[in-house]
Every structure is written in C-alpha cells, then in structure tokens.
T-cell receptor, first 113, second 113 residues
C-alpha cells in the first residue's frame, strides 16, 4: 500500500537546539499532518497542512514549532528551540482528501537531553 | 464539541477468545467512522472504515457496525490471535474540521498464546 517515509527514525538532541523532522508523504496526497505520542500515551494531533498553509493546530503546537513543504519536497516539522517535554515519537501522516484515510509513517523518536 | 470514548485498556485475552472494544462518539453529524490499529514500533494503519450510518465494516476478522441511533461503533472479533496484539483506535473525524480526526485514548490489546 501507499507509504509515508519519515527521516530520521531516531534523533537525539540537546535541549535548546533546533531539530527538523522530515516526512515524505504519499505522492498524490494533498493533506499532511503531524501527531505527537509520548510513550504509552495517546496519539495527539499537532497540526494539519493543506495547499501550503496550516489549516488547524492544537494547543500542543507551540510557537517554537513550524511546518512547511517547500516546492513539494519533504513536509517538515521544525522545533526551535527544543525543550525536554518535546521528547516523544512524532508521526507524520497524509491523506488524499480531508477526512479521508490517513497513512502514517513509522515515526521519528525525538529524545531531548 | 466532538469526542470519542473507548474501552479502557489494557485488555488481556487468550488466543481463541472473543473481543469487544466499545467506542462511543459525540457528534452532531454522521461522518465516516474509522478503526485504526497500531502495532508496536509502527505508526497507526487503517483497519477499516464505514462511510454510512447503519452499515458494517470488516477486515481480518474484525468488524464494527456504525450505529447511528446509539452513536456507537464497537469493534468485535470472534476469535483473537496473538498477532492481534496492538493498540486499537476508534477515530471519528472532527466534524468541525473534516481533515482532523478525533483520537481516543486507544485500547491496548494483549493476546496470550
């Protein structure tokens, strides 16, 4: 089936530094999402993105977070600066249409030290 | 606002026994309903979806009926296998924003051989 690729699978970073998580969504999908999952806890919506713009973001999407997809390349989540509480697995997802089936990547485990 | 409530996990079963994971939702409209499954170390993936009220969806022996009157979408399987061990999410989309799914806490299922 369709695949979403996330790079890297694990990132270790010192608190205060910047990190960029990369996502290669399914090629003909139009909607892109980031979710955060702390170990053993529920999947939490961060943001969705369509037509070059953030459509909706949750209260977890702090001012230090930003997303973009320049020229149809990777869909990225940037955190600058990172904080200890940002440690989690971040999942990227994409869908062809809004409200349609989401296809998830395997996640990027972010460890902020 | 829209919300979803699932059976609290973990649910521990022996192989060959039956499974029911309750899912109740609150929404003012009747969107497509989804069940996703997340295996250890992976992102969630679609188990099946049901676009219309009072219809049934199924996949890999799992099934659920979209009960419009009871606002329920309970997941059932007659005979579970060890390979079914995973976290199951009932995810009705947020009606206010069709591109964002509401995620419940998920129900962790452990099937012992």
């Amino acid at each position: 089936g369709p695949k979403v690729l996330q790079i890297p699978s694990h990132q270790i970073i010192d608190m205060g530094q910047m990190v960029t998580l990369n996502c290669d969504p399914v090629s003909n999908h139009l909607y892109f999402y980031w979710y955060k999952q702390i170990l053993g806890q529920q999947m939490e919506f961060l943001v969705n993105f369509y037509n070059g713009k953030v459509m909706e973001k949750s209260k977890l999407f702090k001012d230090q977070f930003s997303v973009e997809r320049p020229d149809g390349s990777y869909f990225t989540l940037k955190i600058q600066p990172t904080a200890l509480e940002d440690s989690a697995v971040y999942f990227c997802a994409s869908s062809r249409l809004g409200g349609d089936t989401l296809y998830f990547g395997a996640g990027t485990r972010l460890s902020v030290l | 606002g829209d919300s979803v409530t699932q059976t609290e996990g973990p649910v521990t079963l022996s192989e060959g026994t039956s499974l029911t994971v309750n899912c109740s939702y609150e929404t003012k409209q009747y969107p497509t309903l989804f069940w996703y499954v997340q295996y250890p170390g992976e992102g969630p993936q679609l188990l099946f979806k049901v676009p219309k009220a009072n219809e049934k969806g199924s996949n890999r022996g799992f099934e659920a009926t979209y009960n419009k009157e009871a606002t329920s979408f309970h997941l059932q399987k007659a005979s579970v296998q060890e390979s079914d061990s995973a976290v199951y999410y009932c995810a009705p989309p947020s009606v206010g924003d069709n591109s964002k799914l509401i995620w419940g806490l998920g129900t962790s299922l452990v099937v012992n051989p």
